[in-house]
């Protein structure tokens, strides 16, 4: 497992953006494909994007896609997500997961707040 930890979240503007990053500690930071998911208070946690182990694969959920981009640098063990054209709805706690595969995510930070005001 590698331990993970976000920052970049923040208060901002409807059609702002912000820069979410995920710096991890541990080994072999390049097996694992890597994945953003958000939590809205008293919602259940939904996906937001995923990236493949080199980077070049990269899945979002229909909301997301177009305003969200995700991206990794594998020499700094760092996963970003890149949010454009901010929504109130949008509002969440952020969290990014990695895993061997994109079915079992077991490493997971501890969130960081966005939220978006109208």
């Known amino acids: 497992q590698v331990q993970l930890v976000e920052s970049g979240g923040g208060l901002v503007q409807a059609g702002g953006s912000l820069r979410l990053s995920c710096a991890a500690s541990g080994r072999d930071f390049s097996s694992y494909v890597l994945g953003w998911f958000r939590q809205a208070p008293g919602k259940d946690r939904e996906s937001v994007a995923h990236i493949s182990r080199n980077g070049i694969l990269k899945y979002y959920s229909n909301s997301m896609r177009g305003r969200f981009t995700i991206a990794r640098d594998n020499a700094k063990n760092t996963v970003y997500l890149q949010m454009n054209n901010l929504k109130p709805e949008d509002t969440a706690v952020y969290y990014c997961?990695?895993?061997?595969?994109?079915?079992?995510?077991?490493?997971w930070g501890q969130g960081t707040q966005v939220t978006v005001s109208s």
């Open positions: 997961a990695a895993g061997r595969d994109y079915s079992s995510y077991d490493s």
